[in-house]
């Protein structure tokens, strides 16, 4: 459907442009000007729909005569029906004999096949064809030039020239002829800027690389990739790559051409998400953006099946898109995308110029418009590279800013570390005090073993004989052993679990605050108060509180006492538990005294329990 119009258009122009002047000579005087430029008015068109005609049928006197002459208010002809090739004619006399050599030059290196034709200086009515084309080996030309340049030889005598041309852009007809010497000129200045522009690619794709591997911030490596992407639409449009690079592999013009512009729009995309931070400032217009990413390419896949272009109007959409969130991310706080929109309208304005000549919109020679492309993105590099530092920047302020947070969290540390020593060294004290009250206590209790060692070697006296056989039969008489007895409570952990259970059946509540949340101790069984971190043992408040010997032979101790109703002897216990007898009479008094308490309370408590609980010891 576009062709359609672009025929329907390409029609309209052809017929509207006539103009019933005869076609004007281009006049060559080397004293006035060694550059000369065809103009539209100085040319002739014909159009061959079929792409059949040779230089014998259009300088027949049937063909000469549908050559158009193009309207004086236009500059340059371009081609409208890709499908068509396009014969050119003009004519060319010198006013006088030239003294310097000329040269014909096409500035529009992107027509997939040029011919010129020119007559033979021998015999006129000879044409001799010279090639060169964008779809044509890069060895065909006479000239190695990235333009299409042919030698002509002006003389006082007119000469007609023929060009055919034949592309399936919409590429203009910008003809020039100069002297030699102003085109080694012109040409040596335009490879000096474009090796400059190259440099500049060279130097900021290998500082962005190194820029990666610095910081390892991926921002810098999609910024790599865009600008090798630029790069290559850039060899592209001013042929350099072609020259120097791929010179026998004209296809590859034809798979950079369409595929670059997809790649630069894919890696500036990636880019500037990375560097505006859309994800996490803009999820929605992140989310938006990656929609209209892959619709752009599947249209652009399935143009290319199709054998049709999209519009420039949905290649500008994405980059419109770009430019309007980074104009949201300022408004979020983003203060690394004040450069970048500086830098990235440059690439817009060059962008859209790019989008116009490709469609074929706008011709001109102006080497600012030519090299649109080129000038802005060196611009925007420049800037770009003013936005990476301010990014660098801002980094550092962050970085500043959370060493800052992380001296102070220091700081905090510190000042705890000091309360938490000046804490335990009040802890180390009075835990010191507790030891000497502990060791008087122990001096105390050492008198008073002696004491009732005393009182037992004497009750050892009354004992004479049969101890052993007595004792035996004793506990003979019990239903439970302390084989048995040791099945149920085999070790110190079993004791402990058993008088957990037994003390705290109701519900923890701490000695010293009432507090009724506790943790794990320091110790298996311990519980410390969550409050004034008190630690409690399992066997505070009982009978077994300060035990000097196994628990598991206590407990055994106790219901031997309890089952034989207090009528066991220490020494009887001693022979049984193996423990020494002064140590039996000890805990057995203790017993008894716990006994005694109880009559007196009459309580109707389980007496197990009631004996371990109810302990002389207990604080309450």
């Known amino acids: 459907m576009i062709r359609y119009i672009y025929k329907i258009l390409g029609v309209f122009i052809l017929f509207t442009s006539c103009d019933l002047k005869a076609q004007e000579i281009i006049l060559l ?3 006035i000007s060694d550059d000369y430029l065809i103009e539209g008015q100085s040319t002739e068109i014909l159009e061959d729909k079929s792409n059949t005609f040779t230089i014998k049928d259009v300088n027949s006197p049937q063909h000469l005569n549908g050559f158009i002459p193009y309207k004086n208010s236009e500059r340059f002809a371009f081609i409208v029906n890709p499908e068509s090739a396009y014969w050119i004619k003009f004519r060319i006399k010198a006013n006088s004999p030239l003294s310097k050599h000329y040269i014909l030059e096409n500035s529009d290196s992107h027509i997939d ?22 779809t044509s080996d890069f060895g065909v030309r006479k000239y190695q030039h990235k333009n299409f340049v042919f030698d002509i030889s002006p003389d006082t005598v007119v000469q007609t020239y023929f060009v055919r041309v034949k592309s399936n852009n919409h590429n203009p007809f910008i003809f020039k002829i100069r002297s030699t010497s102003s085109f080694t000129r012109y040409a040596l200045g335009e490879y000096y800027l474009l090796g400059l522009f190259y440099g500049i690619l060279a130097i900021m794709g290998i500082y962005n690389l190194i820029m990666f591997f610095s910081l390892r911030d991926k921002v810098y490596l999609y910024y790599v990739l865009y600008v090798i992407c630029c790069a290559m639409i850039s060899m ?32 500036f995309t990636i880019y500037a998400k990375r560097f505006l931070e859309l994800k996490s400032l803009l999820p929605k217009i992140n989310t938006a953006l990656n929609i209209v990413m892959l619709f752009y390419i599947a249209f652009f896949f399935a143009g290319l099946i199709m054998g049709m272009r999209l519009h420039f109007e949905f290649y500008l959409l994405p980059f419109l ?3 309007i969130a980074s104009i949201l991310c300022i408004k979020k706080g983003l203060h690394q995308a004040r450069y970048f929109i500086i830098g990235y309208s ?26 649109s492309f080129n000038i802005g993105f060196v611009f925007e590099i420049v800037i770009l590279s003013f936005a990476l530092g301010d990014r660098i920047k801002l980094i550092r302020a962050k970085q500043q800013e959370a ?23 009040e802890k180390v004290l009075e835990r010191t005090r507790d030891l000497d009250e502990k060791n008087m206590e122990l001096k105390d209790a050492y008198e008073e073993i002696n004491r009732m060692n005393g009182l037992l070697d004497a009750d050892n006296k009354v004992l004479k004989t049969n101890v052993k056989e007595l004792t035996k039969a004793r506990v003979l008489m019990k239903e439970v052993n302390f084989e048995e007895f040791s099945k149920i409570f085999p070790d110190k952990d079993s004791c402990l679990k058993y008088l957990v259970d037994l003390k705290w059946s109701k519900g923890y509540a ?67 538990l193996t423990l020494r007898q002064s140590t039996c009479w000890t805990f057995t008094k203790k017993i008894h005294e716990v006994l005694a308490k109880r009559k007196k309370t009459n309580t109707d408590q389980d007496g197990w329990g009631q004996l371990v609980l109810n302990s002389e010891d207990s604080k309450g």
């Open 403 to 425: 060493q800052l947070r992380v001296i102070e969290q220091l700081k905090e540390n510190e000042q705890l570390k000091d309360k938490v020593n000046r804490e335990l060294e």
């Open 113 to 134: 096949d040029f011919e010129l034709y020119k007559q033979a200086s021998n015999n006129p009515t000879i044409y001799i064809k010279e090639r060169a084309g964008f």
């Open 29 to 31: 005087d080397e004293k």
């Open 346 to 371: 440059f690439m817009i304005v060059t962008i859209i110029f790019l989008a116009f000549r490709m469609s074929g919109l706008i011709h001109t020679d102006n080497i600012f418009f030519v090299y």
């Open 321 to 323: 898109f770009i430019y």
């Open 236 to 267: 592209v449009e001013d042929g350099l790559g072609f020259q120097y690079i791929w010179p026998n592999m004209p296809s590859v013009n034809l798979v950079i051409g369409n595929l670059a512009p997809l790649l630069l729009l894919l890696t």
């Open 510 to 576: 701490c000695k010293k605050c009432g507090n009724q949340k506790w943790c794990e101790g320091k110790d298996d069984f311990y519980r410390r108060c969550t409050k004034c971190r008190y630690d409690e043992s399992p066997t505070v408040d009982t009978i077994f509180h300060k035990l000097k010997f196994p628990i598991n032979k206590a407990f055994y101790l106790l219901f031997l006492v309890f089952a034989n109703k207090e009528k066991i002897t220490s020494l009887e216990l001693s022979n049984i």
